[in-house]
């Protein structure tokens, strides 16, 4: 067995020691997946562990890195140690390397015990949720959590959770091009035309620095803006007042739900839920477990559309248990997002239970035309849209039932503030 004499970056020295938590982050060019994998490889084959290799989101295996520990096993000549299966990789000494998403996978991801390492790739994208469920689960003695990304919005939870604010135990190592001695002349290349051609782009995809807002991000301007004026903050539930509910329904899209109470003439935001592939009777569910006194629940046109299952409509089945349901106007995107705006002004967000909804309305932006490469007029429809269609429906609402004969009375189904 030769792979003890692999070849590492300086840099990823700290790999061979113990710690915690293992934060890689940076540009691109600067190996930190090529060096974590050996890494893993090599001590997986040194002694015997159990090995998590996870993303965010992972639909199937070709998402994952299985294929570069591939590449990788065959690049340090360990192929007749490792046995490559389909959704797993099996080394001789019992070792294990094992895959998965973490979004929306709750219970196997709790089913993961046992684990000595953990290696959460593109980390950039896990949500509060989701770091919240694995780190607990990742407790055996020794155990370890590495991660690599690329940064991208400083206001990310991986990037406050991890670098801003590091946890006990924990190295944390910015790697960029210049730390790679094998960096490739193409990359170079590459690189040096981004420097020129956009220098902005550049500090961010070559030099690891998080970007103020994203490309197209379509709130950037009302997000800065509240965080400056301090309205992303702690925002306590007032028991006096009744919660409205604002939904975007999905099954394999996401559904999620906006949490808001009026006081005064503010429009406070003081909770979020996203799950999928769940039914309705679950979201009601989590509705009653936070013990919030309810007003109304607005839902979106489609909550109408009967299931050709049950013969009934989200709308029906939410009011036969007793919920106050009303239907959002069927609004074209563009005046949802005309709406959105005209409130932002006025909202305050939970810096924490709002945290992945705020997650996606920053990362809520507009798609690019395929064909001349500039933004369209359209949203990019993807995980981040669905919370940003739950807003837009709130601030839909809002405008809906505001009286024409009060600049600052604003009700929602018959509450005023």
Known sequence: MTAHRAEFPEKLEFLFHPARYKCLYGGRGGAKSWGVARALLIQAAASPLRILC?????????????????????????????????????GANGSEFVFAGLRNNVTKIKSFE???????EEAQTVS???????????????????????????????????????????VVVKINWDDNPWFPETLRKEKDSLKERDPD?????????????LDGAIYAKELRQAQEEGRIRNVPYDSTKQVHTFFDLGWADNTSIWFAQTIGGEFRL??????????????????????YIYGTDYLPHDARARSLATGRSVEEIMTSVGRKVQIVPNLSVFDGINAARTVFNRCYFDEQKCSEGLQSLRRYRYDVDPD???????????FHSHAADAFRYFAVAIEEDKPASSARGIRMGGWRA
């Open 372 to 382: 001349s490469k500039q933004f369209s007029g359209r949203p990019l429809h993807d």
């Open 270 to 291: 003081i909770d979020f839920y996203t799950n999928s592939q769940q039914s309705i009777q679950h979201y009601v569910a989590v509705l009653q477990n936070r013990g």
């Open 54 to 90: 996870a993303r965010e989101f992972q639909n199937s295996i070709v998402e994952s890195v299985h294929h570069l520990l591939q590449s990788q096993i065959s690049s340090l000549k360990l192929d007749s140690f490792y046995e490559i299966q389909n959704a797993t990789i099996k």
């Open 201 to 213: 782009a550049y500090q961010n995809v070559w030099q690891g620095n998080c970007r103020v807002t």
């Open 114 to 120: 046992g684990i000595d390492r953990v290696w959460v």
């Open 128 to 170: 509060k949720s989701s770091w919240d469920t694995l780190i607990p689960t990742i407790r055996k003695d020794g155990s370890e959590i590495w991660l690599t990304y690329n940064p991208e919005l400083e206001t990310d939870e991986t990037h406050q959770r991890f670098v801003v604010k590091p946890q006990p135990d924990s």
